[in-house]
């Protein structure tokens, strides 16, 4: 039995990290309310948007549920 991967919710492409930000900017959210909802650090949020890191599954779902993003 396999799994959908985590990161590209078996879709086998990643998300793009500009809508992760434009997601935020669009609702007027800190980067500080994001990474209180997903349980993770500013910086970890930060890398997430500029393409430095991939969301992990916490970000992934705290952008989904803030937004329908992502």
């Known amino acids: 039995m396999t799994m959908p ?3 590209c919710d078996g879709t086998g492409s ?3 990290p500009t ?3 434009a ?3 669009a609702q007027g ?3 500080k309310q994001v990474a209180d909802a997903a349980g993770v650090s ?3 949020v930060h890398d997430v948007e500029n393409g ?3 969301p992990s599954p916490k970000i ?3 952008y989904r549920k803030l937004y329908g993003a992502g």
């Open 19 to 21: 809508g992760y930000r």
């Open 14 to 16: 990643l998300p793009d």
């Open 60 to 62: 992934a779902e705290a």
């Open 29 to 31: 959210w800190t980067l």
């Open 23 to 25: 997601a935020r900017l």
């Open 52 to 54: 430095r890191r991939l």
């Open 42 to 44: 500013i910086s970890m």
């Open 5 to 7: 991967c985590p990161r």
